[in-house]
């Protein structure tokens, strides 16, 4: 089923473009700097970033549609609850042993994508209706 793109969610999922972009470059190119700041794997920190790349394309793409399939926002609501889960779940499966810095790092990206996956569930919502 296809739904139109409303200015709201257009919005949201460029904001989420926008800011998983700019994380995406400073992880791909700063990773050797981030990571004995925070205590994270170099290897982690950067492949989290190159992990952003496609899914930042794929938002800028939907945002420019008119209409898109329900689903493919879905698909974007859940890659950013899974992001959440993955971000809490490595804080304490005890795989990494980052410091305070690292987990306040962790945490406060994982609340912010936590904040775009509902923005995006609302707008959905909101045009589903």
Avoid: T
């Avoid at 190159?50 to 899914?55: D, G, I, N, R, T």
């Avoid at 859940?78 to 945490?107: H, M």
Wanted: proline content about 4%; cysteine-free; charged content about 10%.
């Amino acid at each position: 089923m296809q739904i139109s793109v409303s200015p709201f969610l257009r919005n949201v999922l460029m904001l989420d473009a926008l800011v998983s972009g700019a994380a995406a470059i400073i992880l791909l190119g700063g990773a050797h700097m981030l990571s004995p700041l925070l205590e994270i794997p170099q290897s982690l920190l950067f492949w989290s970033g190159a992990a952003l790349v496609p899914f930042v394309l794929m938002m800028l793409a939907v945002s420019r549609r008119q209409a898109v399939s329900r689903g493919m926002l879905l698909e974007i609501i859940a890659i950013n609850a899974a992001w959440v889960i993955a971000s809490f779940g490595l804080l304490v499966s005890g795989f990494i042993a980052p410091n305070l810095l690292g987990i306040a790092f962790v945490s406060a990206q994982a609340i912010a994508v936590a904040l775009f996956a509902e923005l995006q569930y609302v707008g959905l919502r909101r045009v589903a209706v």
